[in-house]
């Protein structure tokens, strides 16, 4: 069955450089969610998406920006990066009304 | 509102021995109940749910968990466990709300099978 998919899957930045990353849902889902995963923390949700409009919004700092695009794929843009933005990074996609959430692998974003 | 609580934060347990993993939740709304498991350097994997019903549910990989309302607890055990099992596992709460499905976690339980 096919899955959510994201990439890159490694991603290395310096400070103060952008990075984007992207999130292809699984078929027919309509909604996709974004969350950060620090070293050693639980996944804090950071934004969604239910038909391309933002349905909630989380603890996302004012210097990342999210989109979804009309074939329903995602890209959490991130601007000025800093140290403290190293994590892991995990789409999950869900119908309406959602009974689950489906992750993907996740992107693992390094700033040296 | 909603919030997670995993009290423990590891779990040593002896290969094939039973093994409890607790949760507690608060909402001020009705909430759905979710069991995660996170593999070393992997994705979040879907163990089980509660969406409605029988307070009891059966999950991948031989775990199951119990909904008890009164005690906003939903507590995560299987009865023989093993190597494979070694994992973190992550309670999440999701509230039957639309626009506010986002899962919030709970810090989540090292599980640690000792062979």
């Known amino acids: 069955a096919a899955g959510v998919i994201q990439s890159p899957r490694h991603l290395i930045k310096e400070k103060r450089e952008t990075a984007t990353l992207k999130c292809y849902p699984i078929?027919?889902?309509?909604?996709v969610y974004w969350y950060q995963q620090g070293p050693g923390q639980d996944p804090q949700f950071l934004i969604s998406?239910?038909?391309?409009?933002?349905?909630d919004k989380g603890s996302i700092p004012d210097r990342f920006s999210a989109q979804q695009f009309s074939d329903y794929h995602s890209e959490l843009n991130m601007s000025s990066l800093e140290l403290g933005d190293s994590a892991l990074y995990f789409c999950?996609?869900?119908?309406?009304?959602?009974?689950?959430?489906?992750f993907g692998p996740g992107t693992r974003l390094t700033v040296l | 509102a909603q919030s997670v609580t995993q009290l423990d934060s590891q779990v040593p347990v002896f290969e094939e021995a039973p093994v409890e993993l607790r949760c507690n939740y608060s909402?001020?709304?009705?909430?759905?109940l979710f069991w995660y498991v996170q593999y070393p350097n992997q994705g979040l994997q879907l163990l089980l749910k509660?969406?409605?019903?029988?307070?009891l549910v059966k999950g991948i990989n031989g775990f199951e968990a119990e909904f008890n309302k009164s005690q906003t607890s939903f507590h995560l055990r299987k009865p023989s466990v093993h190597i494979s099992d070694t994992a973190e596992y992550f309670c999440?709460?999701?509230?039957?709300?639309?626009?506010?499905?986002?899962?919030?976690f709970g810090t989540g339980t090292r599980l640690t099978i000792i062979p």
């Open positions: 909402s001020s709304v009705s909430v759905y």
């Open positions: 999950a996609s869900s119908l309406i009304p959602p009974d689950e959430q489906f």
């Open positions: 509660y969406l409605s019903g029988s307070t």
């Open positions: 998406f239910y038909e391309k409009m933002q349905s």
């Open positions: 999440a709460v999701s509230e039957r709300d639309f626009g506010n499905e986002k899962l919030t």
């Open positions: 078929p027919r889902h309509d909604t």
